[in-house]
């Protein structure tokens, strides 16, 4: 998305901006950030609100499913596993996709087994952070059921009753935000308890309860009594076909360490000694003839 924006054209600034925008839970903070780049740059701005801006950030988001993924990583990680795979025939490809899920299936089974929590390490990090954090909300209790929470110029409200927190992170992630925890604490509740089941070991395991089943070769397949699809007619397409991903065009280059990029660098013509153009475009008399 970012990148249809074309953001690195337009600098560091707004790539941080881009995704302040994206992160932002709620939908005031959201406006808030739109307004400031709308200020900073009238077209950048108009240019990001064409492509539906409510689809790709988190203020957005429904509450269901508890999960604050705002990019496409799990695609992308999915497309390079089976990078190798997908130039092969259709049945190689499928046959090397199910061996890889049945490996992974048994790896993730280890991971989850050593788990210490009810829960993940990445989860108990944010959670962890989360915990750090709420010392530092100062908490003012209605005696029932709800409580502000303050800390600087910032206010959020918990409701308990109904696990709700004004700033919309755990009702979208389903971790518990910094103030539901100082909630909690305050009311002694045992803050494991609250973590939402998507988060649970258990769900981990239902996802990865079904194994995949050993196969034989294709030579021991059950004939289908379907006569034989025939190859297409093999068409040559000139040039090696591409492999790697597209590169947008103003994506940096990968560099070797130590090396800079010679963007931005001006030339200067070693035959004529003038700037703007090199050896090779030299029109400075025909003293050199290209090779
Ligand atoms: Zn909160
Ligand atoms: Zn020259």
């Known amino acids: ?153 910032y206010q959020y409200t918990v409701d308990l009753s109904q696990s709700i927190c004004s700033c919309r992170s755990w009702q979208i992630s389903g971790i518990l935000c910094a103030h539901i925890c100082a909630a909690m604490y305050h009311l002694g509740l045992q803050l494991d308890d609250y973590l939402h089941e998507y988060h649970h070991i258990e769900t981990c395991k239902k996802a990865y309860s079904f194994p995949m089943q050993p196969i034989n070769g294709s030579h021991d397949w059950p004939k289908t009594g379907i006569e034989l699809a025939l190859p297409p007619i093999e068409r040559k397409i000139p040039g090696r076909p591409k492999k790697n991903r597209r590169i947008a065009k103003d994506e940096p280059k990968k560099l070797k360490l130590d090396h800079l990029s010679r963007k931005g660098l001006l030339m200067t013509c070693t035959q004529c000694g003038q700037q703007g153009h090199n050896k090779g475009f030299c029109t400075k008399g025909n003293k050199h003839v290209k090779q």
């Open 1 to 153: 998305m970012f990148a249809i924006w074309s953001g690195r054209k337009l600098g560091k600034s707004y790539e941080f901006d881009f995704w302040q925008i994206v992160k932002c839970v709620t939908e005031r903070g959201w406006g808030e950030l739109c307004t400031t780049v709308e200020k900073k740059d009238k077209d950048a701005y108009d240019n990001l609100m064409r492509n539906s801006p409510k689809m790709w950030t988190r203020a957005f988001l429904g509450t269901t499913c508890k999960s604050d993924i705002i990019d496409n990583n799990l695609c992308e990680s999915f497309n390079s596993n089976i990078i190798e795979a997908r130039f092969k025939s259709i049945i190689r490809m499928l046959e090397d996709i199910r061996t890889k899920m049945m490996t992974r299936i048994v790896q993730k089974r280890k991971l989850y087994n050593r788990w210490k929590r009810n829960y993940g390490p990445l989860v108990k990090a944010k959670l962890d952070a989360n915990k750090k954090d709420c010392v530092e909300w100062q908490l003012i209790w209605n005696g029932e059921n709800g409580c502000e929470l303050r800390k600087g110029r």
